[in-house]
């Protein structure tokens, strides 16, 4: 089995900043990807921002600038460190892990919990 286990929510003024971390465990042989995802009430759930084992990342339009992911592949850990933060990036925020148990076979997805982010005055 494989745990995503996020953290670094919570409540912070318009233009500030919060950085989430994710860590994975359990039975890991390999990360193909990493990645967070939002969802805000009413919506779908959306792609936030995704980074590959070999560092490759792709944005959301709506986050380019004001958020970075990066990796620390030894600790298992995706952080997501987002500025200038506005109402509009108030949601839930999920981390993603593409990862594969063993050798063989392809990697699944795995979400963790969820961590909510309230941007408010």
């Known amino acids: 089995q494989v745990q995503l286990v996020e953290s670094g929510g919570g409540l912070v003024q318009p233009g500030g900043s919060l950085r989430l971390s994710c860590a994975a465990s359990g039975s890991i042989f390999s990360i193909v990807a990493m990645g967070w995802y939002r969802q805000a009430p009413g919506k779908q759930r959306e792609l936030v921002a995704i980074?590959?084992?070999?560092?490759?990342?792709n944005y959301a339009e709506s986050v380019k600038g004001r958020v970075t992911i990066s990796r620390d592949n030894a600790k298992n850990t995706v952080y997501l460190q987002m500025n200038s933060l506005k109402p509009a990036d108030t949601a839930a925020y999920y981390c993603?892990?593409?990862?594969?148990?063993?050798?063989?076979?392809?990697?699944?997805?795995?979400w963790g919990q969820g961590t909510q982010v309230t941007v408010s005055s």
């Open positions: 980074i590959t084992g070999g560092g490759t990342t």
């Open positions: 993603n892990g593409l990862i594969k148990t063993t050798d063989k076979g392809q990697a699944r997805a795995y």
